[in-house]
């Protein structure tokens, strides 16, 4: 349940349009829904903003949907991550109307799609084998309602290709950098711009990358300041964190001189 949704609850009892009763009954899964195998936290919105995302990793495509279900009867948006075409399938018998983003591997379903923030999120990957990490990122800024923008295959092998989008570098709110092998685009990006970097590793490289290990390294030692670090893979951590940067730099009072 969103703050939207809550308010109207509230204003329904208030005026007399809805008793007691019935408003406990639609705040009965506050503040989670116990399903045995999964707790579905529905305050997660009115605390953090954004509603409980499903993993699918490691859950049958049944789970998927008794979760996705929930979520959507209580008036969230949804985002499923790590999501197959049998998760999808599964999900779609519950929530017609539901999106499969294949190459993110995510399932989305929008009901309260609000205003989008000013500001412009710009992901760039180092290769294109680096995509459906970025693809993860991208859906799930955008689900958070932000502006995305994705540029890919500018890595520091051929490091005029990212000379050449100077002005997306300098115009983003906050950038998310996606790199494998060894992972250095993140530092180079950071010594070019006052906006915040969010790096990502990826498991892309051949054995001594070590799987992503490699990377993460590289990006947790960088000498550019700007820059902070997410797990191996973890496009929608990147893309969570740099949505809720982006949302407070909206938000921000603005200082004048």
Aim: include cysteine; hydrophobic fraction near 45%; charge should be negative.
């Amino acid at each position: 349940m969103n703050h939207e949704n809550l308010r109207s609850l509230l204003d329904q009892v208030k005026a007399g349009a809805l008793d007691v009763a019935d408003a406990m009954e639609k705040l009965r899964g506050l503040p989670f829904d116990d399903l045995g195998f999964a707790k579905i936290d529905h305050h997660r919105q009115l605390r953090c903003g954004f509603p409980e995302v499903i993993l699918c990793q490691g859950k049958t495509p049944e789970q998927v949907r008794e979760v996705a279900r929930r979520l959507v009867d209580n008036g969230s948006d949804l985002l499923a991550t790590r999501a197959d075409r049998a998760s999808y399938d599964s999900v779609l018998e519950a929530v017609p109307g539901a999106v499969y983003e294949e190459a993110a591997r995510c399932i989305t379903f929008r009901q309260n799609k609000s205003v989008e923030y000013p500001g412009e999120i710009l992901i760039l990957t180092a290769g294109t084998s680096d995509i459906p990490v970025a693809e993860e990122a991208r859906v799930t800024a955008e689900v958070m309602d932000n502006k995305v923008e994705a540029i890919y295959d500018v890595g520091v092998a051929g490091i005029h290709r990212l000379f050449s989008h100077q002005e997306q570098i300098q115009n983003a709110s906050v950038i998310i950098v996606i790199a494998g092998m060894e992972g250095a685009l993140a530092s180079v990006v950071g010594g070019l711009t006052d906006r915040p970097v969010i790096a990502v590793p990826t498991s892309v490289g051949y054995g001594a990358s070590f799987e992503g290990l490699a990377p993460l390294l590289t990006m947790m030692n960088s000498c550019a300041a700007g820059v902070s670090v997410v797990n191996i893979d973890n496009g929608f951590g990147a893309g969570y964190i740099a949505a809720l940067i982006n949302r407070t730099h909206a938000k921000a009072p603005k200082v004048g001189l």
